[in-house]
C-alpha cells in the first residue's frame, strides 16, 4: 500500500507501466505523482513520454515544457531564495542523478538528508533522499556505502519497496565484485546477507553466477543460473546467462576434443536462448571436427553421419560438403560425389579446391571434358587468389616504407 503523499513512488510506477506499455494505468499513476507535486519534472517528463506515445502531441510538448520548467533553473533559484529547502535540494540531487553527476547528486542528497529534520513537510519525501544516494553510490562502484543507504531508508520506512530492490542490486553488485577480486569468503558474506534480505530475488543468483562464469567456474555458474530461472522461469537474463556459460563449457570440452560432452552442451545453450549464435555455430564446427578425426580414423560411416549433421546445422557450409565429396570418392560412389560437390560450388563458387575435387570425381565418371573445364576454373581462380595476394603484400610493404621511411 503507498503512502498517500508518496509522489515519487506514483512516478516511479508510472514509468513501470510506460515500459511495459499500459499508458492508461501509467497515466492514472502520473497523474496521482502531479496532484501530490505540481513541481516533479520527472512526473512530467514520463506523462510527456506517454502522451507521445499515444499520439497527444499536444498534451506531450506542454508536459515536456513544464519538465523543463521545473528542473534546474527553477531549483536553482529555489535553493538560492531558501537555502533550508530539503526538497529542492532533494529534486536537483536527482536531477543531477539522471545526468550521471553523480559526485553533485551526492552532495545535493547529503544535504536534503541533513537538512530534512528541520522541514517537517519534506520529512516523508526526503526518506527517498537515502534511496538515491545509494543510487549515487552504486553507480561509482562504492556498494558498502550504497548497502548503508539502502538499508537506512529502508529502517525509516519499512515499506520502502524501491530501496529494498535497490539494496538487493547493490548486494549483488558487490557480490561480483568481491568474487572478480577473488576475494571467495567476502563474497560468499555479502551473496549470504542478500540472499537473508531477498531469499526468492533471481538476481542475486545471477550475480554470483556471472562472477563465476568470468572465472571458468562453469558448473558453479550453471547451478547459480539454474536457481535463478527455477525461482523466475520467465527471467531472460538468467535463461542467457546459462546458454553462455553452457556454450563456454562447451568450447572447453571442444578444446580438449571432447566431442560428445561438447555437443550436449551446445544443445542445452540452444534451447535456452535459440538466439545464440556462437552455440548454433559451435554446434555445427563440434560435428565437423569429430567427423574430421572418424575421417582420419577411415570410420566413413560415422564421419559421413558427422558432415550431414554439418549441413543440416549449417545449410551454406560448403567444406563439409566437401568433405562428404571426399567420403564419396573414397568409398567409390563418384556420383554422389558430384552432387555434393555440386552443391558446394553453389555455396562457394570462388574455391578452386572444390572444382579439383569435383574434376577427380568426373574422371572417375569417365567424363574426361567436365574434368578438364573444372582444373581449367581451379587454375584460373588460383591466379586470381595469387595475384590477389601479391597485390595485397605489395600494398603492405609500400605502407611499411611510408611509415618507415630510411
Same mark, same amino acid.
Given at each position: 500500500m503507498l503512502a498517500p503523499d508518496n509522489f515519487f513512488a506514483y512516478c516511479k510506477l508510472g514509468e513501470v507501466r510506460l515500459k511495459k506499455g499500459q499508458y492508461d494505468m501509467a497515466l492514472r499513476h502520473l497523474n496521482e505523482a502531479i496532484r501530490i507535486n505540481r513541481c516533479y519534472p520527472a512526473a512530467y517528463s514520463c506523462r510527456g513520454?506517454?502522451?507521445?506515445?499515444?499520439?497527444?502531441?499536444?498534451? #506531450? %510538448?506542454?508536459?515536456?515544457? !513544464? #519538465?523543463?520548467? =521545473? /528542473? =534546474?533553473?527553477?531549483? +536553482? +533559484?529555489?535553493?538560492?531564495? !531558501?537555502?533550508? !529547502?530539503?526538497?529542492?535540494?532533494? /529534486?536537483?540531487?536527482? #536531477? =543531477?542523478?539522471? %545526468?550521471?553527476?553523480? @559526485?553533485?547528486?551526492? +552532495? @545535493?542528497?547529503?544535504? #536534503?538528508?541533513?537538512l530534512a529534520p528541520n522541514d517537517p513537510l519534506a520529512s516523508h519525501y526526503c526518506l527517498q533522499a537515502y534511496c538515491k544516494r545509494g543510487e549515487a553510490y552504486l553507480k561509482q562502484n562504492q556498494y558498502d556505502l550504497a548497502i548503508i543507504d539502502f538499508t537506512q531508508s529502508i529502517k525509516l520506512d519499512s515499506g520502502n519497496s524501491l530501496a529494498r530492490h535497490n539494496r538487493t542490486q547493490a548486494y549483488c553488485k558487490l557480490v561480483k565484485a568481491y568474487m572478480g577480486a577473488n576475494r571467495q569468503a567476502d563474497g560468499i558474506r555479502a551473496f549470504n546477507e542478500a540472499v537473508g534480505y531477498d531469499p526468492c530475488n533471481p538476481d542475486i543468483y545471477i550475480s554470483r553466477g556471472e562472477a563465476y562464469l568470468e572465472q571458468s567456474e562453469y558448473d558453479l555458474a550453471i547451478k547459480d543460473f539454474s536457481q535463478a530461472i527455477k525461482l523466475d522461469p520467465s527471467n531472460l537474463s538468467a535463461h542467457r546467462n546459462c546458454a553462455q556459460t553452457y556454450c563456454k563449457r562447451g568450447e572447453a570440452h571442444l578444446e580438449q576434443d571432447n566431442y560428445d560432452l561438447a555437443i550436449m552442451d551446445f544443445i542445452k545453450a540452444i534451447k535456452l536462448d535459440p538466439s545464440n549464435l556462437s552455440a548454433h555455430r559451435n554446434h555445427a564446427q563440434t560435428y565437423y571436427k569429430r567427423g574430421e578425426t572418424h575421417l582420419e580414423q577411415n570410420n566413413y560411416g560415422l564421419a559421413l553421419n558427422d558432415f550431414t549433421q554439418v549441413i543440416k546445422l549449417d545449410s551454406c557450409n560448403s567444406l563439409a560438403r566437401c568433405k562428404l565429396g571426399e567420403i564419396y570418392l573414397k568409398t567409390d560412389r563418384p556420383a554422389d560425389g558430384i552432387r555434393v560437390f555440386n552443391e558446394a560450388v553453389r555455396c562457394d563458387p570462388y574455391n578452386p579446391d572444390v572444382y579439383i575435387s569435383r574434376a577427380e570425381a568426373y574422371q572417375k565418371m569417365g567424363q574426361k571434358n567436365w574434368a578438364a573445364k573444372d582444373l581449367e576454373q581451379a587454375h584460373i581462380l588460383k591466379q586470381k587468389i595469387d595475384l590477389q595476394g601479391n597485390a595485397e603484400r605489395i600494398h603492405n610493404r609500400t605502407n611499411a616504407k611510408r611509415k618507415n621511411p630510411r
Open positions: 513520454e506517454v502522451y507521445l506515445r499515444q499520439g497527444r502531441d499536444d498534451l #506531450a %510538448k506542454e508536459d515536456f515544457d !513544464n #519538465a523543463r520548467t =521545473f /528542473s =534546474f533553473g527553477k531549483l +536553482n +533559484n529555489t535553493i538560492k531564495l !531558501n537555502p533550508e !529547502n530539503a526538497m529542492a535540494y532533494r /529534486s536537483r540531487g536527482e #536531477a =543531477f542523478l539522471r %545526468k550521471n553527476k553523480y @559526485d553533485l547528486a551526492i +552532495n @545535493d542528497l547529503d544535504m #536534503a538528508i541533513k
